[in-house]
């Protein structure tokens, strides 16, 4: 029996189909819960921890340094909104992968420590090396800090309540917790139907709606402050799906960006959102 991840709820819909984004898999299955409207995967969790046990086996795409560039660039534009006046914090990106929204950080807002973490020992090799790196074991080990950033890493989790209970207790007193991940209210889920990218079958466990995320922050003790809107490009994945080569994929996901930004702006979407939490205090 599996139970919702965001609200805990039992009453689940049939799964339905969805692309997965393994090679030797074509398809994955998900089902919607009735209450809040999240989906969740059907996978069993043995399974998922095997896709996890080397970096090289997640399907992250490596990047070309054209791409890391305008990566790097993007996060610029983006970390100066987030962090406006953060000055000596301890700034925690947990499931950092190569560590290029952390680089891109520090760069930008040099008065503050960083700290990545993710799941293998060894600090990754693209990690600027003044950006101190733990694993996410240690990491319980680790001292008080002051934000920690998800970017699109609860919906990797198999207990989402669990990992923010932990990493909220990891926060002080004025602590804050920035999750950024993609929504069911996207206008592009319902566009590209089962090869969404957001379901990212195996690898998401679960894909919440607005209202899913809240209940679930609110069961690990989190209050959402603010939640904005978000638009990370979609079409990369998408055109991979269809089984274009990653380097045209990738160019042409720049190419349809603007696209992208126009439809969810008509249609009042977006593809993900980004909220700020606080531990509630009792
Ligand atoms: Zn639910």
Known sequence: MIRCLACDSEDLEVPVAVQSALKNKLLGSMSKCVVCGSVNS???HAELQKLYSTRDSSNYPNSGKLFLFLKRMSF?????RYFLGTKGQVIVDYGCGGGEFLNALSLSLRENKYLAVDLQDCRPKTLLPSIDYVSVKDFQEYGKV???????????FSDPVGELQKIRNKLNEHGELLIEC????SAWRVLMAEKWPGYFYPFHTFVPTTE????????AGLRVN???????PVFGVYFMYLKLPRTLARFLSIIFYPLQWVVSFVFLRSEA??????????
């Open 42 to 44: 059907t996978i069993n």
């Open 76 to 80: 610029k534009l983006i970390t100066k």
């Open 182 to 185: 993609p929504v069911m209210e």
């Open 146 to 156: 002051d934000v920690v950033i998800l970017r699109h890493v609860i919906e990797h």
């Open 212 to 219: 899913g995320l809240n209940i679930l922050m609110n069961r």
């Open 273 to 282: 959102v980004l909220v700020r939490a606080m531990p509630i205090v009792e």
């Open 226 to 232: 603010q939640l904005n809107k978000v638009e990370p």
